[in-house]
């Protein structure tokens, strides 16, 4: 136990330290000032102190394993084995890795973009092993795991800009008061939602609140209460300089025993056979779809659905900000928005995304969808553009604010090189042939992480796709309407060329992964393999068409727009040069 809160503690500390960096102490001149040595110097400590706790948790969680003490399991081989062929030694391994990586450069986090990217990596870290922690009691694995994401990530947010204070001086204090409230307000808000989500999966509510695990969870709701009072004294400025370290100290407590709550968990009665299934996707075999069930099923997807609420909320709230200024945002934004994120729910959490998990054929719709039609929809709605117009800008010429954030990552060179058009079509199409043509789709598809990373990257490349061909958004990057079409015209093809060499695939592509499940209905593998290749082809070629009018509309319209540009500018030229006419003619008449 020691081991995995000393593990969570270093790592929310190093946390702590980087969200501090990278968002709370300003630069002066473009480098940090003297107000942030002391928090380089924590992290320089706690990161070396993590490394050693992420360490001591790998033996721990080896130890447990085995049922057998530490000192036992300290053999290469048995370690080796571990850390490179079981997922969680390799969670645990990556974790490792990330703590000596953000020790390293610590001492070279000299700016808020250094400390940005270390925070980036840090929180790589803290997370991986929380994908493979155990399953749930009751509840879909994938609710249980992506709350608990959720849960660790608003956590660190939450106990690292509030323990940051501790580390400033009054006056810096004072100056990152606000903005560590607002991200405490949205970190605990997570952490509040993801934990009663989690307890939701875990507790069996009319027995397990008898539990030790139950009288945990009570206990942290407890604490959590207590703590979001005491918060909520402070920001009324009551006796700070007393009450922080007592808000600080309640929450490294409640993170203590969050930290050593899975070794609680009631143990489940194994009720009739062992569903092989849910052990291998996390969920039990549904039964034969129908069109009843892949409308109305859902099973939440929960790091996913966490997603869709967040950015739900935060165009919510960009909405609000400029109606509140009194400036309209287009209706027609807010509904394909909303279309786009209804879409991408349906296809990870609705009966789409269940059924994607068992048929190849509703995994290439469930793909379409992600990667093709929604993001469509939510390129159509200019998130970037409200982002843009709502987001805080910096106080004063030396900081630059969340909006000086996004607007420097869009200026960025690795954003310049994935706009450019052969990128983005080659991640757009070219990851067809790499994910389906090598043994990466099955290996994804047999893990929960793997196949949220797909999805995730599905919908990534879909956007970053459509941005560059129809965004409405502003792109650094000028693309020319012509290299719009032919960009579309070579997706169109090399979908058709994809979909045809897999309709012709006599093999399976999937590593073994479907026969694994044993699926009673479908049977026929390489025939649902063959649908699928072609339902893929008809819902890919669809939205590239609709793509390719609305391209040419926005051609016809900037045409229009640049035609009556040269008229009014031909027009104004014209003014001048008769007035120099009528100047020259009344100077010959004189
Ligand atoms: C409404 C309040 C909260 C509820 C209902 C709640 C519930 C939970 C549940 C059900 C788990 C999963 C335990 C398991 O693995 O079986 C968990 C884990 C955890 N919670 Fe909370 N929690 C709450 C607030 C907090 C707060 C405020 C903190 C810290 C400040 C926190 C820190 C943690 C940590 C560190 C873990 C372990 C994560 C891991 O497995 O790596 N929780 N919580």
Known sequence: ??????????????????????????????????????????????????????????????????????????KANVIRSFATQITLGRLLTFQIVMALLVSILSSRVKKNDGA??????????????????????????????????????????????????????????????????????????????????????????????????????????TLTIAVLVVASLIRKSISVDRLLPFEVSVLFAIMSIGAILNRFTPVEEVSGSFDKTRELVGISMPDAPTLSRVFFEYEANGLILGLLIFVTALYIRGVVALSRRGVKWPVGRTISFAIGISLLDYATSGGLGLYAHFSFQYHMMAHMVLSMIAPIAIILSAPITLALRTLPIGRDKDERGIRG?????????????????????????????ALYFTPLFGELMSSHFGHMVMDLHFIGAGLLFFHVIVGIDPNPRRVHHLVRVVMLLAAMSIHAFFSVALMSANSLIDGGYYALLERPWATDLLSDQKVGAAIGWAMGEIPI??????????????????????????????????????KLSSREDK
């Open 116 to 221: 940005l990217w270390l925070l980036i990596a840090a929180l790589a870290g803290v997370l991986a092993p929380v994908f493979q922690s155990h399953s749930s009691a009751l509840g879909s694995h994938g609710l249980a795991i992506g709350s608990l994401v959720i849960h660790v990530l608003g956590l660190s947010f939450w106990i690292g800009s509030v323990s940051s204070l501790l580390l400033m001086s009054t006056e810096a204090r004072a100056r990152a008061f606000t903005r560590v409230s607002t991200i405490a307000l949205w970190s605990s808000t997570a952490v509040v939602l993801s934990g009663a989500m989690n307890a939701w999966t875990r507790l069996r509510i009319s027995q397990d609140w008898f539990t030790s695990y139950g009288a945990l969870i009570a206990l942290k709701i």
């Open 1 to 74: 136990m020691i081991f995995e809160i000393a593990n969570t503690g270093a790592s929310v500390m190093v946390v702590a330290a980087l969200v501090s960096l990278a968002f709370l102490l300003p630069e002066r001149d473009g480098w940090l000032t003297n107000e942030a040595h002391k928090t380089q110097r924590f992290l320089v400590m706690t990161s070396g102190f993590w490394i050693l706790a992420a360490i001591g948790n790998f033996l721990a969680t080896l130890a447990r394993i085995f049922d057998s003490p530490i000192n036992e399991v300290l």
């Open 405 to 433: 954030l996004l607007l420097s990552f869009l200026h960025s060179k690795p954003t310049a090189l994935w706009t450019h058009p052969i990128i983005a079509l080659a991640i757009f199409d070219g990851s067809l042939f």
């Open 545 to 582: 068409v609709v793509a390719l009018i609305a391209t040419f509309i926005q051609w016809m319209r900037s045409d229009a727009r640049e035609a009556s540009r040269a008229d009014k500018r031909s027009a104004v030229d014209l003014a001048e040069y008769n007035e120099y006419l009528r």
